[in-house]
């Protein structure tokens, strides 16, 4: 049992099938594990009126923070929470700091992001840079021409997993890494 505890505690990309996120995160924050969703405003229709409302920016996608063998268990009572898994086979789990980096963009719930899958664009073709000042500052991310905007963007990659865009950056706040 003392193992169990000093076990590290992992990012894990998950998947809750048929738009279960929010109710995954309700569970897993019941047992004490941390979890992540990305999130974004929408304008919806409701009772005829068109309301803002705050939804999943990618239905179905959860990230995981726990040590492999609980997390493992508490699945158990979870059916609909599933391992993201590489062609390979093997799980996906994101570095503390990438997924660090991740949250701080996509918690601001700006407006300005745009998420994408990771075969929409092509990240190794860009430049990696740090953003100083405003929301972004301190972060790094990938400089690409994203399809649909003029301008480049900064994007900020978890691979194989997802991509967000932060709103158009201008070039005084990039340093090259």
């Keep these: 049992m003392e193992s169990e505890q000093q076990e590290e505690l992992v990012w894990f990309a998950m998947r809750a099938t048929y738009r279960r ?3 995954a995160k309700r569970a897993l924050e019941d047992r004490s594990i941390e979890s992540f969703v990305p999130m974004r ?3 919806k229709l409701q009772g ?3 309301r803002r409302v705050l939804v999943p920016a990618i239905h179905n996608l959860i990230f995981v ?3 492999p063998k609980h997390l493992q268990q508490v699945k158990t009572h979870l059916p609909y929470l599933q391992y993201m898994i590489r062609k390979g086979g093997e799980k996906i789990l994101v570095p503390d700091e990438q997924m660090r980096r991740f949250i701080a963009v996509t918690e ?5 992001l745009t998420y994408y899958n990771p075969e929409e664009l092509r990240l190794e073709k860009g430049q990696r840079v740090k953003i100083h000042g405003g929301p972004c500052d301190e972060q790094e991310g990938v400089l690409v021409k994203v399809p649909g905007f003029r301008s480049r963007r900064v994007v900020v ?6 991509a ?8 005084e706040q990039l340093e090259v890494l």
């Design 164 to 171: 967000v865009a932060l709103a158009t950056v201008k070039p």
């Design 65 to 67: 923070h726990a040590a």
């Design 48 to 50: 005829g009126r068109r």
């Design 41 to 43: 405003y929408e304008l």
């Design 21 to 23: 996120e929010m109710i």
């Design 157 to 162: 990659a978890i691979e194989g997993v997802m």
């Design 108 to 112: 601001d719930l700006d407006e300005g």
